[in-house]
């Protein structure tokens, strides 16, 4: 039973599309649903030379994409109280929300990269071989 859907969107334009299948299946089940964008977050530090001269107010940055991020997720029927945008590596961020609050299913969007790509890793890769729930990986066509 799928009682908690994660969906992790990148804000692309392949956004709608994991937004579609997520939302879609949260319906189907009547499951709670949340999306999540993560961003990697910049260096501070450089060895021991702190570079808080190169490093952009995370908080800005954030309200300038929450907007856009409201309007994207509310076109498809997602409050803004089930939205949140993480500075942290996408793969390990979605993973640990989604183990600490008990979802039963992530769906992100996957651009079936193989060879080198795939070698050097993904954000779906990462999630796929280490959630403990289950994964759709919803395909992207480049």
Do not use: W
Request: with cysteine.
């Amino acid at each position: 039973m799928v009682a908690k859907v994660l969906i992790a969107i990148d804000l692309s334009d392949s956004s709608d599309a994991v937004l579609k299948a997520g939302k879609g299946l949260a319906d189907t089940y009547g499951a709670h649903c949340e999306v999540i964008h993560c961003m990697e977050p910049y260096p501070s530090h450089f060895g021991d030379l702190a570079l808080p001269q190169l490093m952009p107010d995370l908080l800005e940055i954030k309200s300038q994409l929450l907007p856009h991020f409201e309007q994207l997720t509310a076109e498809h029927g997602i409050n803004k109280e089930h939205i949140s945008i993480e500075f942290s590596h996408a793969g390990e961020a979605i993973i640990d929300k989604a183990n600490k609050e008990s979802f039963d299913l992530i769906v992100l969007g996957s651009h079936g990269r193989h060879g080198a790509r795939l070698l050097l890793g993904s954000t779906c890769n990462n999630v796929l071989h280490h959630a403990h729930c289950d994964v759709l990986a919803v395909r992207i066509k480049d």
